[in-house]
């Protein structure tokens, strides 16, 4: 039912489509309205006012009136019916339903146009008050399906069916049939039905859908692939962990279709004000009336004061931005979400898996003998440590294979839980751990190296030394990862006048060290989850509108604290993502930038059309007034700014905000 869009609240719409009449008359009249309100018949009424208008324009003109293909009634009559009985009918529904002051909506006063039009035998006028409002009906429908795009293609890219493998044996299953744990095998070419982890195979996976990324991910043994996503190139086996409605495709949908059941602020405000518009326009018609003594001017006012530009401006922008926002890897869980981020005036970073990728990677590589390269300290070290558990020994081995850095198996290894580990390598002993191990091994520290070790300190850095029979040859240093894009996002939110805040857990040295090098100028350090929801009041305290971007549980409190939250990767925590308002479908900080410039535009785009709105609206009453429109030229000029606004909010949809 199309007038629905028209001011109607995402509750009020919820209810009229679950209306079912319990008599079989009022289920006629439904089905008759929502045939009437369709884009055929719209278009017939379109033609039959187009009929109407001809004799008007050579009329106005001082030419002859042209018969009007000889019907034996006003063609007008044909749109009044067809457009306005869709009107009548949410009219009247508002009125029987809807509580207190909203039984009064703007499609009554349209109505009381149309039937005031009527009554002064202007029949163009109201066929054309009813039509355009018809028209501005089928503009947000266009925009909003537009604007839902990206959500077909999710929904459609959720899959049927899946291969589960039972002893040896490969059978085709419905996805609703997978269970947790099943083993499926995944073909070149195949979407991904379930999310997984690769138990064997190789290959690359296609994750646009739900990240954006555009080119495939390597996938082995270990990793994660995802429901929706495609299977590009080998043969997979998976073990299914999260099936049905529990997968990342599946609450993706469920994000973008729960970001259209929630009104935004100033939708809110227009439907109110919308309400409150009926009777002050009744009030000014009549008093209009008694002052002038014309009817004209009255049914002139009345037809001027209906306020679809109003209704129509903050929805449509809403759904063209959010729809906008999905296809770009940006989920926005409401219109209050996209207001409320187009006036936050101050960005808040959580530190580790948001600015950083929240894994340790070797950063320093540092050698106190001459006689030995940072290369060789490398192999020493990722040799000794290629037994360790220790995530940090992990790390230094996981580097030197990358690096393409041989390490040699230990003849001898024995850990020191907590401390280091010593090893045999090819009949060298070597130590690797921190300041205290080597110092329980009868190994000194010289003050050069001390100062080292105090300069990575100051950065935030893990040390590891790495000594050889007796001495210290050197430290290898890691340190959390920064994203490369970091940088420039924090650096281009500062350009846009953003208050940029870093809260963190970590010590405060760490945390000055890594907002030094990102940019950042205010940082507040070594917060437990409790002391983040904190900072948050108190800059809201300051009178800031706080955006709180983060990734992990223990975010959870200080996003849903914020006026606005973002949560950095749907593949994340759970619990992060549900608990912020805004979701990024991949890690890539950068598009917080674009979510920013975007929200922005959004705002200005309501604000514009709502001011548009206003200003047409009082112009319009201001000439009629002075008699110089009438009910038929009043119902263009206004309507005409209707018409305006919705494409005004459609061109977000397309505009480039990166």
């Not at 319009?620 to 007034?625: D, Q, T």
């Amino acid at each position: 039912m199309r007038y629905i869009l028209l001011g109607a609240s995402t509750h009020e719409a919820k209810r009229v489509k679950s209306f079912r009449p319990c008599r079989e008359g009022g289920f006629i009249l439904k089905k008759i309205n929502d045939f009437l309100a369709g884009l055929p018949m719209t278009i017939v009424a379109g033609i039959f006012l187009l009929l109407d208008f001809i004799p008007h324009v050579t009329g106005g003109f001082g030419g002859t009136q042209p018969p009007v293909l000889l019907l034996p009634f006003d063609p007008a009559w044909v749109s009044i019916v067809i457009s306005g009985i869709p009107l009548l009918y949410l009219a009247v529904w508002r009125m029987i339903y809807n509580p207190g002051i909203r039984k009064i909506s703007s499609a009554l006063l349209i109505c009381i146009a149309m039937f005031a039009a009527i009554a002064i035998g202007d029949l163009f006028a109201a066929g054309e008050v009813v039509f355009i409002m018809a028209i501005g009906a089928l503009l947000e429908e266009a925009t909003a399906n537009r604007a839902k795009q990206g959500l077909k293609k999710l929904i459609q890219l959720a899959p049927t069916q899946g291969r589960r493998i039972r002893s040896g044996a490969e059978e085709m299953i419905a996805a609703e049939e997978i269970r947790q744990g099943d083993v499926l095998r995944i073909l070149p070419g195949e979407i991904i039905p379930v999310d997984g982890i690769v138990l064997c195979g190789e290959t690359s996976v296609d994750q646009s859908i739900m990240t954006g990324e555009s080119i495939p991910i390597d996938k082995s043994t270990g990793e994660e692939v995802f429901c929706g996503t495609i299977n590009c190139f080998g043969s997979i086996d998976i073990s299914a962990t999260k099936v049905g409605a529990d997968s990342s495709l599946q609450k993706l949908i469920r994000m973008v279709q729960d970001a259209e059941k929630k009104q935004a602020p100033m939708q809110r405000i227009a439907d109110r004000w919308a309400s409150w518009l009926v009777p002050v326009a009744l009030l000014i018609a009549v008093g209009a009336y008694v002052a002038t003594g014309n009817i004209i001017t009255a049914v002139t006012i009345l037809v001027v004061f209906c306020p679809c530009a109003l209704i129509l401006a903050t929805p449509t922008a809403v759904m063209a931005a959010i729809g906008q926002a999905a296809r770009y890897g940006v989920i926005i869980k409401s219109g209050e979400a996209l207001e409320a981020m187009g006036r936050a005036d101050t960005v808040a970073f959580d530190k580790t898996g948001t600015l950083t990728y929240g894994r340790l990677g070797v950063s320093d590589i540092i050698s106190f003998d001459p006689q030995i390269d940072a290369a060789e300290l490398l192999s020493l070290a990722a040799s000794a440590e290629s037994k360790s558990e220790h995530p940090l020994g992990r790390a230094v081995a996981a580097h030197a294979k990358e690096q393409g850095i041989p390490a040699a198996a230990p003849d001898m290894f024995q850990m020191s839980v907590g401390k280091g580990v010593c090893a045999e390598v090819n009949q060298r002993r070597v130590l690797c751990g921190n300041e205290k191990f080597l110092s329980e091994n009868g190994i000194s520290i010289g003050t050069p190296e001390r100062s080292v070790l105090e300069r990575l300190r100051m950065q935030g850095k893990v040390s590891i030394l790495v000594a050889e029979q007796d001495v210290c040859i050197g430290v290898i240093a890691l340190s959390d990862v920064v994203r490369p894009e970091a940088q420039d996002a924090v650096a281009r939110l500062l350009d846009m006048n953003t208050r940029v805040v870093l809260l963190t857990g970590d010590h405060q040295q760490t945390a000055q060290y890594f907002a030094h090098r990102l940019g950042i100028a205010e940082v507040r350090a070594e917060l437990l989850p409790e002391e983040k929801v904190q900072s948050i009041v108190q800059l809201q305290e300051e009178k800031h509108t706080v955006c709180m971007i983060g990734d992990g549980v223990n975010d959870a409190p200080s996003l849903k604290m914020a006026d606005v939250s973002v949560a950095m990767g749907s593949m994340g925590s759970d619990i992060a993502v549900e608990a912020a308002d805004i979701a990024l479908m991949s890690d890539d900080i950068s598009k917080v930038v674009y979510l920013k410039r975007l929200s922005n535009a959004a705002v200005q785009t309501i604000k514009l059309s709502i001011a548009l709105s206003m200003c047409i609206n009082f112009a319009a009453i201001v000439l009629s007034l002075m008699e110089l429109l009438t009910p038929t030229t009043g119902a263009l000029v206004h309507n005409a700014g209707s018409t305006l606004v919705v494409m005004i909010a459609a061109l977000l949809y397309n505009r480039t905000f990166e």
